[in-house]
């Protein structure tokens, strides 16, 4: 690794004084200018910089809404209307905060799928994904709380449902409960603490992003190939390469963001939200939103709450032991013939338990739901240290350049740092 | 395994699925209604605008049947002139909103007292707190019409509710086609069923027994005619559900027409750019020998 090849030199007197006195400029340098890419990445890779932009635009949206909103049992749902209404452009800020949720969880199982194909938590990386799956339980935590705030009947009965399945946790579940409720059930001081962490959990997002960041620049990127940066011909520079490329892939994602927000804003949402919150009527179905429904599924595919919850949790943090339950020695799927077609099934039973998640826990649905819960764990379990003992890997490219140009090629200009300062030229 | 691949293993899975699919979709007939007819809406997709005077009609319906019943709270006087709507002129609310009294107060005595209706006031309701509306109506208040139209829904299933999503064959207005069945569902309960007293049988609402009696008839609302003296619309229930389920529509959304127009604005401009973009990327990468294509390469290579 090469991080520091291109070092920050201040040019302004203004910059070389402030170098002196906090490097944060030639940290930005190293981290977004000079960092070395490698130049196979293909757009997988972008989905870091869309969650990025996403976490910025949910933080944005929601300081503004945060000041029109009214986290009270009997004014919260009128408080939002009220946004929907009368706040200039607030239908705007609502549904791009709502949309932004579900898009911002499209981009995370984007990430965290690609994380698994190309075998991006494997050595040296398992703190950076550690910390990943940090990120994505209190995203889970976070959205969780935010879709109580409206205090419709999905809101407040879906707090109902999780908080009662905290209860199920031996021995200190009923004080995580009461701590939750602020009472004896989900009410007006449950909606106030609800908002109070709602909006705690996301600075800790941020926290743990630049924590995440951080270990990414120190082990620098995987790439489709699994193998490392052996030559700086095998890599280009953050700026402008992968720059470009990530703001491109961002602005192609805004489509399908700016298609949700305008044309289909309840789409990913529920009817029943809009049904103020009423502790007298249940709904038929509570479902959760769509990004949890794998995990619902599970739960409810044990007919004993305990079994359910630490199923379900388990079904989260089992991600963690993924860079140890693995025993293959090569990272990318495309070199391993036998593991990808797990990967694809295992991504196909998480589909169909997500579409599980949102059938009535009844008959079949149940036996589906609990056949394809043993094999999300078996994936783990079973197959991941199974087939990388078993399995024989295809042949590795000699580096990425070679799997690039195919062996013996070369390409014209040359990767890192001389690529940088090389003349545009024109294609011909 | 490819994409392709994966979707084969999915749609495979999706069909081992479809035999716990019919029977919870028989289980739900049980339980449930039938599926509401697609109407076609002036305001639906993404060139969608409401027709201001099927929205007037809306609410000459609303207020001369509905507003009986249902309340409709988080809607002001005012909102009837703004763009986008039933497109009132100011003079019109403000003497709609003087024919109700609106409770006010407390004055300098102290004491709670009601005057004309100003613009800026929300619709009253017609009961005073949702326990009168719930005892005035055999127990159950009768819903709010604020966010109703999208506050109802039915199932579509597997792949409508995917398709549902997408440009051009999109469909987000399940909430007023079931409204408008529902108004139109009120027939002869089929041989064998029990209809208890205080409950009506309805086609269309979910295990058909619905607490509200059928509300509107033929010819009970007199629409404007045109300078011909001739009527514009039908004076039929059809018609007149199909104008309050617009008008219903438009007070769950005030702003859905200057949503979608935003919309298209916005959309335009990210494609706009995301093509621009594409080709400054393209002209940067061509200075390391330009960038890989395909998503898989190394997949497609020999050796």
């Known amino acids: 690794m090469s991080a520091h090849a291109n070092a920050y030199v201040p040019k302004s007197r203004v910059a070389k004084w402030f170098e002196a006195r906090l490097p944060i400029l030639g940290l930005v340098h190293s981290s977004f200018v000079a960092f070395p890419v490698p130049r196979n990445l293909n757009y997988f890779w972008t989905f870091g910089a869309i969650l990025m932009a996403f976490l910025g635009i949910q933080i944005v949206t929601g300081v503004w809404l945060a000041m029109h909103y009214e986290p009270s049992a009997t004014q919260a749902f009128n408080s939002v209307e009220h946004i929907m209404r009368d706040v200039n452009y607030g239908w705007l800020l609502r549904y791009a905060h709502a949309n932004g949720a579900s898009m911002f969880f499209v981009a995370v199982y984007v990430h965290i799928f690609r994380a698994l194909y190309y075998g991006s938590y494997k050595a040296p990386r398992e703190v950076l994904y550690i910390l990943g799956v940090i990120i994505y339980l209190l995203m889970m935590a976070t959205a969780f709380l935010g879709y109580t705030l409206p205090w419709g009947q999905m809101s407040f009965w879906g707090a109902t449902v999780i908080t009662n399945i905290l209860a199920a946790i031996p021995v200190v579940g009923d004080t995580i409960q009461s701590l939750l409720w602020g009472g004896y059930s989900v009410g007006n001081p449950t909606i106030n603490r609800f908002f109070s962490l709602h909006y705690l959990l996301p600075w800790m997002i941020v926290g743990v992003v630049v924590l995440h960041v951080w270990a990414l620049h120190v082990t620098g990127q995987n790439n489709p190939t699994g193998i490392p940066i052996k030559s700086s011909k095998d890599a280009v520079p953050f700026t402008p390469y992968a720059t470009i490329k990530d703001v491109f892939a961002v602005v192609v994602f805004m489509i399908l963001f700016a298609w949700f927000i305008f044309y289909q804003p309840n789409y990913l949402g529920h009817a029943d939200n809009y049904v103020p919150a009423n502790p007298a009527v249940t709904p038929a179905h509570i479902v959760p939103e769509w990004y949890f429904l794998p995990f619902y599924a599970i739960l409810r595919a044990v007919p004993s709450k305990l079994g359910g919850v630490i199923l379900m949790f388990s079904a989260v943090l089992i991600l963690a032991l993924a860079p140890w339950l693995d025993t293959s020695r090569v990272r990318s799927c495309n070199y391993r013939p036998i593991y990808r077609q797990f990967f694809w099934l295992f991504l196909a039973v998480t589909v169909i338990l997500g579409w599980l998640g949102a059938k009535p826990p009844e008959g079949g649905y149940v036996i589906a739901s609990q056949i394809c819960t043993f094999y999300y764990f078996a994936h783990f379990l079973l197959v991941m240290p199974i087939v990388g003992l078993i399995e024989t890997p295809k042949a590795l490219p000699g580096s990425i350049l070679e799997s690039v140009t195919g062996p013996g090629k070369q390409v014209s200009g040359s990767g890192m740092p001389a690529g940088a300062a090389a003349a545009p030229t024109t294609k011909g | ?303």
Not at chain 2, 260 to 267: F, P, Q, T
Request: contains cysteine; charged residues 20%.
């Open chain 2, 1 to 303: 395994m490819k994409l392709s691949s994966l979707l084969a293993a999915s749609l495979l899975a999706l069909s081992l699925g479809a035999p716990l699919g019919s029977s919870a979709a028989s289980a739900e007939d049980a339980h449930g209604g039938n599926q509401p007819p697609r109407l076609k809406w002036s305001y639906a997709g993404v060139f969608g605008r409401f027709d201001q005077a099927q929205l007037q009609r809306g609410f000459q319906v609303y207020k001369e049947v509905c507003s009986a019943c249902h309340s409709m709270k988080l809607v002001d006087f005012r909102n009837l002139a703004e763009e986008g709507g039933p497109d009132f002129s100011e003079s019109q609310v403000k003497a709609l909103a003087a024919t109700y009294q609106v409770k006010d107060g407390p004055n300098d005595a102290g004491e709670m007292f009601e005057r004309p209706g100003r613009p800026a006031d929300k619709f009253p309701p017609p009961f005073p707190n949702d326990q009168a509306a719930a005892a005035a109506n055999g127990g159950k208040a009768p819903p709010d019409f604020s966010v109703l139209a999208k506050a109802r829904t039915f199932e579509r299933g597997f792949p409508w509710f995917i398709t549902d999503a997408l440009p051009f064959v999109g469909y987000s207005e399940q909430g007023v086609d079931y409204i408008h069945a529902v108004l139109n569902g009120y027939e002869e309960p089929p041989k064998g069923t029990e209809v208890p007293d205080g409950v009506h049988y309805n086609k269309y609402y979910p295990g058909h027994l619905i607490a509200m009696p059928n509300p509107i008839s033929d010819g009970q609302v007199t629409y404007a005619k045109n300078e011909a003296g001739q009527p514009v619309v039908p004076e039929t229930v059809d018609q007149y559900t199909r104008d309050v389920a617009a008008f219903m529509a438009w007070a769950a959304e005030p702003h859905m027409m200057a949503r979608k127009a935003l919309g298209l604005r916005v959309i335009l401009f990210l494609i706009l750019l995301s093509g621009l973009l594409y080709y400054v990327k393209k002209r940067v990468w061509a200075d390391v020998g330009g960038e890989v294509h395909g998503l898989q390469p190394e997949l497609h290579k020999a050796g």
